[in-house]
């Protein structure tokens, strides 16, 4: 069964920053890509950003500039590096991997303060 471990949420006062890290384990192939979503109070799910088996990455308009996705193939990793944060960036962040189906982590809570 795989597993998707988050670690690195937390408060954080607004210009701040903090790192995520989601490590997947419980196979021997790696995920195909992973990636980060977030979903604030009243809102729906949406994604952070992304990175393919190729390296390639992709992230929401809002994010751009700011977060940067990086990957550790050899050990299924991915981190989510999150600069000059915003209040608008409180969410529960969730680790997503694509295996042949996607898996989920249990999700960890980023809180900016204003």
């Known amino acids: 069964q795989v597993q998707l471990v988050e670690s690195g949420g937390g408060l954080v006062q607004a210009g701040g920053s903090l790192r995520l890290s989601c490590a997947a384990s419980?196979?021997?192939?790696?995920?195909?890509?992973m990636g980060w979503y977030r979903q604030a109070p009243g809102s729906q799910r949406e994604l952070v950003a992304s990175?393919?088996?190729?390296?390639?990455?992709n992230y929401a308009d809002s994010v751009t500039g700011r977060f940067t996705i990086s990957r550790s193939n050899a050990k299924s990793t991915v981190y989510l590096q999150m600069n000059s944060l915003k209040p608008e960036d409180t969410a529960v962040y969730y680790c997503a991997a694509d295996y042949p189906i996607r898996y989920w982590g249990q999700g960890t809570q980023v809180t900016v303060a204003s």
């Open positions: 419980g196979s021997i192939f790696r995920p195909n890509a």
């Open positions: 990175i393919t088996s190729g390296g390639s990455t």
